[in-house]
């Protein structure tokens, strides 16, 4: 990427394209790619499962440390972007560029530290979750689990070049590299897990193996696509030295972030531990939730980076009209697609658990958690678009606020008072649960930051 700054680029599309088309050109792409990564994950599953129920368990608990490794790095990337699109919209190129190559060094501490983890806490994580009880399913989770986490060196990467897109507006390009790793990933999985075309049969292994191969894919595709097409931002590592206060300022958004993300580990985790001493087919069907609500959600986590930078621009550039008119039709695009989340939740439940080669006890199980859960669709649309308001605002510690209150101090307690007093099918009404706090918190932290830091703005153009 050259140096010369064109800065019409960004102010003709960030600046002054209509709303409606701006939401659009940045969301669309994001939302398919991220449709796509759903899809990828369901079909790993899928894969799995015709291996073995117990291997599908052994991936399920392999979740909270792979949603770590995605929480710092979708973390990072929230900090990177909201810092890295304000200094463009405040015509302040070299902070740009000095944001972006402090976040690539961010991103490449953070490899190492997971490097280290998957060398020393595979086993006892899950030694911890399975309490010895099955040693076929922790010897095939450690091998997942190791592989993913060895070499995550891919997903960071990923992250790192594709929010330098999305940052500058080319949210076409993220799309192909997401596209890229995902269809890599798929075309793998059969070939790596059942042993075709003349390679061993490698089961839980494969599909980690084809994991991690999409993932760099992805990434090298999405660094070609910013040496080639992102001139607004250079990224010549010559006379570079981290910035403390580039990188505080990336952390202050950021660390939020990872910390509300965390929190879904930390959920999650605690989650495997009470849904186990029911019975393993009970922590596989959370792992099929889990996997069936990212093909409804990724969707609207798409649209939140594609929205993120429209926000912090028009908070850069003093627009609040375009800005107001971004969130509300951001709203309205979140609320229809979880609305058809719901729907197939309270519909179809045995088509969505059937694709899993579900047995007679996950459907009985799946059925009724599935229809439970769904309730919560009608909710989360408000919660997910308020908290990346909070974060392209500078506000991502109220996302953190929320996401500690709803998943630590209402869902997990929930869940653990539900199954003492009403057994299995009571736990799932700990989702519904605390999604309805979490509507309440959100709602007031929008409020606040209405009165307190969009009202003032000039109007602007829009």
């Known amino acids: 990427m050259n140096g010369n700054h064109t800065e019409n680029m960004t102010e003709n599309k960030m600046g002054?394209?209509?709303?409606?088309?701006?939401?659009?050109?940045?969301?669309?792409?994001?939302?398919?790619?991220?449709?796509?990564?759903?899809?990828?994950?369901?079909?790993?599953?899928?894969?799995?499962?015709?291996?073995?129920?117990?291997?599908l368990t052994a991936v399920s608990l392999a979740f909270p440390l792979q949603?770590?490794?995605?929480?710092?790095?979708?973390?990072?990337?929230?900090?990177?972007?909201?810092?890295?699109?304000?200094?463009?919209?405040?015509?302040?190129?070299?902070?740009?560029?000095?944001?972006?190559?402090?976040?690539?060094?961010?991103?490449?501490?953070?490899?190492?530290?997971?490097?280290?983890?998957?060398?020393?806490?595979?086993?006892?994580?899950?030694?911890?979750?399975?309490?010895?009880?099955?040693?076929e399913i922790?010897?095939?989770?450690?091998?997942?689990?190791?592989?993913?986490?060895?070499?995550?060196?891919?997903?960071?990467?990923?992250f790192f070049f594709e929010r330098l897109l999305t940052s500058t507006g080319k949210t076409v390009f993220s799309m192909i590299s997401q596209l890229s790793g995902a269809v890599t990933n798929i075309i793998l999985d059969p070939i790596l897990i059942f042993g075709l075309l003349g390679l061993p049969r490698m089961g839980v292994a494969g599909a980690a193996i084809a994991t991690v191969i999409g993932q760099c894919v992805a990434a090298v595709v999405a660094l070609v696509c910013n040496m080639k097409y992102n001139h607004e931002i250079s990224l010549s590592p010559k006379g570079f030295r981290p910035s403390g206060a580039l990188i505080g300022s990336i952390y202050m958004v950021g660390v939020p972030s990872i910390i509300m993300q965390s929190i879904?580990?930390?959920?999650?985790?605690?989650?495997?531990?009470?849904?186990?001493?029911?019975?393993?087919?009970?922590?596989?069907?959370?792992?099929?939730?889990f996997k069936?609500?990212?093909f409804f959600f990724m969707p609207v986590f798409g649209l939140n980076n594609g929205i993120t930078p429209?926000?912090?621009?028009?908070?850069?550039?003093?627009?609040?009209?375009?800005?107001?008119?971004?969130?509300?039709?951001?709203?309205?695009?979140?609320?229809?697609?979880?609305?058809?989340?719901?729907?197939?939740?309270?519909?179809?439940?045995?088509?969505?658990?059937?694709?899993?080669?579900?047995?007679?006890?996950?459907?009985?199980?799946?059925?009724?958690?599935?229809?439970?859960?769904?309730?919560?669709f009608l909710i989360a649309w408000f919660c997910i678009i308020a908290g990346t308001i909070f974060q392209a605002l500078g506000k991502a510690v109220y996302s953190m606020i929320v996401s500690i209150m709803r998943q630590l101090v209402v869902l997990i307690p929930a869940a653990y008072i539900l199954a003492k007093v009403g057994g299995l099918n009571a736990v799932w009404w700990a989702f519904p649960i605390a999604e309805a706090m979490s509507l309440t918190v959100s709602a007031c932290f929008l409020m606040n930051i209405y009165k307190k830091i969009i009202q003032p703005l000039p109007e602007g153009r829009e």
């Open 264 to 289: 879904g580990s930390v959920m999650t985790y605690s989650m495997n531990k009470i849904l186990i001493d029911f019975s393993s087919t009970a922590t596989a069907v959370f792992g099929v939730y």
């Open 16 to 55: 002054t394209m209509p709303v409606n088309k701006l939401v659009w050109n940045m969301s669309f792409p994001m939302m398919v790619s991220m449709l796509v990564q759903a899809l990828y994950n369901i079909v790993d599953s899928i894969f799995v499962a015709r291996v073995s129920e117990d291997a």
């Open 138 to 158: 922790f010897d095939m989770g450690v091998q997942y689990l190791s592989i993913v986490m060895i070499f995550s060196m891919g997903i960071f990467g990923q």
């Open 310 to 376: 429209i926000i912090a621009y028009s908070y850069g550039a003093q627009q609040r009209k375009r800005m107001v008119k971004t969130i509300k039709l951001s709203m309205g695009i979140a609320f229809c697609m979880l609305l058809l989340g719901f729907a197939g939740f309270e519909l179809i439940p045995q088509v969505l658990l059937r694709m899993f080669d579900a047995s007679e006890e996950m459907l009985g199980i799946g059925c009724r958690a599935l229809r439970v859960i769904g309730v919560h």
């Open 67 to 135: 949603t770590l490794i995605i929480a710092v790095g979708a973390g990072t990337g929230v900090g990177i972007n909201a810092i890295l699109s304000r200094s463009l919209g405040e015509k302040n190129f070299k902070k740009a560029n000095e944001t972006a190559l402090n976040g690539g060094f961010l991103y490449i501490m953070s490899y190492l530290l997971f490097l280290a983890l998957g060398f020393t806490v595979v086993k006892p994580f899950y030694i911890s979750q399975l309490k010895g009880s099955s040693p």
């Open 292 to 294: 069936l609500q990212s």
